[in-house]
C-alpha cells in the first residue's frame, strides 16, 4: 500500500476511535438542596453543557429554597405569610403567583386532604424544621383550636400577582408540593442546555426526560415497611414519580411514632398508610396527591385519585397491603414479598 494511503488510512481509524469516545455516557452530580441531596445523572455526549446545567440549577434551587421557605429567613414567603397572619395584601413575583396558583388547584380537586394552608398546624407538631422533631406531641387543645380556624386554600385569593387571604389563620408551608415542582422544573432547564436524557432525583422524588440509552429509565420505589426496594418500575419521558411516606421524618414518643403527614381534618398524622406513589407527567400535582391521598387512606384513595386525573397511583397500607390502580398495575414490577394486592377499578388512563 502506498505511504499516503496508509497514513489516510490511519487517520480515519483515529478520527473513528475519538468519535466513539465523544459518545454518549453517564454523567452524574449531586447538589444539596431544600435540605436533601439532589441527584442528576444525564446521558448524553455533552459534559460541558450538563455542567453548565447543573451549575443554573444549583443557583435556582438555592434560590427557590431562600424564598420559598415557610419559616427560615426572611424570603418572599416568609414576608406573605407575615402578612395575611396581619390581614394584609401583598403583591408577590410572578413564579410564587403561579406556584400558589397551582397549589390552590390541587387543594381543592383532593377536597382539600392537601391542603398547604394549614402551616400554623405543621409548625405545632414541630415539622416544619430540618431536624426531627422530640418530646410529647401537641396539647389536644392547641390542636383543636387551630383545626376550629379552618384554614385552607379557598380562602386564599389573587389580583394577578397581588395575594390576600379572608383568614389570617392561613399560613402557607409549601413543603408537599414545592419539590414536585422543582423537578419539572429542573428537567426543562436541562432541556434548554441540550441535554435530552437526564433523571433528576431528590430522595427517591424524581423526573425524567428521554431514556437512557437505548432503554427507558428504570427506577426503585423504596419499601416503606422494610428495607430496601419495595417495586420497580420503567419511567418514560416526562414522567415523574412521587412518594409521600411516614418512613422518614416522624415524631416519636413513648414508642409511638406520629407521622409527618398531617390530616387538615383533625390534625393529626395520618394512620393506615406507610405511603403513597404517584406517577404523572405534573411533578408538582403527583407531589400534592401523593399527600392527598395519603391523608384520604385504603377507603376513599380511588375517589380523591379521580377527582385529581390520575391512573397510577400505588399505596401500601400499615398491614403491608397494597392497593393499587390497574394502570400501576400493569408496569410495576414487585422486588421482594408483600401483603395482598388489591387492584382498584375506576380509574380512567391518561395522567
Known amino acids: 500500500m502506498h505511504l499516503s494511503c496508509r497514513i489516510l488510512l490511519l487517520f480515519a481509524v483515529l478520527i473513528g476511535v475519538a468519535a466513539c469516545d465523544r459518545g454518549p455516557r453517564d454523567h452524574h452530580q449531586t447538589l444539596l438542596v431544600f435540605g436533601t441531596l439532589l441527584d442528576i445523572k444525564a446521558y448524553t455526549d455533552q459534559p460541558a453543557e450538563f455542567d453548565a446545567a447543573v451549575r443554573d440549577l444549583e443557583r435556582t434551587f438555592q434560590a427557590m429554597h431562600r424564598e420559598w421557605h415557610a419559616w427560615k429567613g426572611d424570603g418572599e414567603l416568609v414576608r406573605l405569610n407575615?402578612?395575611?397572619?396581619?390581614?394584609?395584601?401583598?403583591?408577590?413575583?410572578?413564579?410564587?403567583?403561579?406556584?400558589?396558583?397551582?397549589?390552590?388547584?390541587?387543594?381543592?380537586?383532593?377536597?382539600?386532604?392537601?391542603?398547604?394552608?394549614?402551616?400554623?398546624?405543621?409548625?405545632?407538631?414541630?415539622?416544619?424544621?430540618?431536624?426531627?422533631?422530640?418530646?410529647?406531641?401537641?396539647?389536644?387543645?392547641?390542636?383543636?383550636?387551630?383545626?376550629?380556624?379552618?384554614?385552607?386554600?379557598?380562602?386564599?385569593?389573587?389580583?394577578?400577582?397581588?395575594?390576600?387571604?379572608?383568614?389570617?389563620?392561613?399560613?402557607?408551608?409549601?413543603?408537599?408540593?414545592?419539590?414536585?415542582?422543582?423537578?419539572?422544573?429542573?428537567?426543562?432547564?436541562?432541556?434548554?442546555?441540550?441535554?435530552?436524557?437526564?433523571?433528576?432525583?431528590?430522595?427517591?422524588?424524581?423526573?425524567?426526560?428521554?431514556?437512557?440509552?437505548?432503554?427507558?429509565?428504570?427506577?426503585?420505589?423504596?419499601?416503606?415497611?422494610?428495607?430496601?426496594?419495595?417495586?420497580?418500575?420503567?419511567?418514560?419521558?416526562?414522567?415523574?414519580?412521587?412518594?409521600?411516606?411516614?418512613?422518614?421524618?416522624?415524631?416519636?414518643?413513648?414508642?409511638?411514632?406520629?407521622?409527618?403527614?398531617?390530616?387538615?381534618?383533625?390534625?393529626?398524622?395520618?394512620?393506615?398508610?406507610?405511603s403513597a406513589t404517584v406517577i404523572s407527567k405534573d411533578g408538582g400535582l403527583a407531589d400534592a396527591a401523593a399527600t392527598a391521598l395519603s391523608v384520604a387512606g385504603p377507603a376513599q384513595w380511588q375517589r380523591i385519585a379521580k377527582q385529581m386525573g390520575l391512573a397510577q397511583v400505588m399505596l401500601v397500607d400499615d398491614n403491608g397491603d397494597v392497593h393499587l390502580s390497574p394502570d400501576m398495575r400493569e408496569r410495576i414490577e414487585f422486588q421482594q414479598p408483600i401483603g395482598q394486592v388489591i387492584v382498584s377499578p375506576g380509574l380512567d388512563a391518561g395522567s
Open 82 to 274: 407575615r402578612m395575611l397572619a396581619q390581614g394584609d395584601p401583598m403583591t408577590v413575583t410572578p413564579e410564587l403567583a403561579d406556584l400558589l396558583q397551582q397549589a390552590k388547584r390541587h387543594a381543592e380537586l383532593s377536597d382539600h386532604l392537601f391542603n398547604p394552608a394549614i402551616g400554623r398546624l405543621i409548625a405545632l407538631w414541630g415539622f416544619h424544621s430540618d431536624e426531627p422533631p422530640g418530646g410529647p406531641p401537641p396539647d389536644a387543645k392547641k390542636i383543636a383550636s387551630l383545626i376550629d380556624e379552618t384554614p385552607s386554600m379557598s380562602q386564599l385569593l389573587f389580583e394577578e400577582n397581588r395575594i390576600h387571604s379572608t383568614n389570617p389563620a392561613v399560613s402557607l408551608d409549601l413543603g408537599a408540593f414545592a419539590k414536585g415542582y422543582a423537578l419539572n422544573l429542573a428537567i426543562r432547564r436541562l432541556q434548554a442546555f441540550g441535554i435530552a436524557n437526564a433523571i433528576v432525583n431528590a430522595g427517591g422524588d424524581l423526573c425524567v426526560s428521554g431514556h437512557h440509552g437505548d432503554r427507558p429509565w428504570t427506577i426503585g420505589i423504596r419499601h416503606p415497611l422494610g428495607e430496601g426496594v419495595i417495586a420497580s418500575v420503567d419511567v418514560v419521558d416526562g414522567e415523574c414519580v412521587l412518594t409521600s411516606g411516614n418512613y422518614e421524618r416522624y415524631r416519636e414518643y413513648e414508642s409511638i411514632r406520629y407521622a409527618h403527614i398531617i390530616d387538615p381534618r383533625t390534625g393529626y398524622p395520618v394512620e393506615h398508610v406507610a
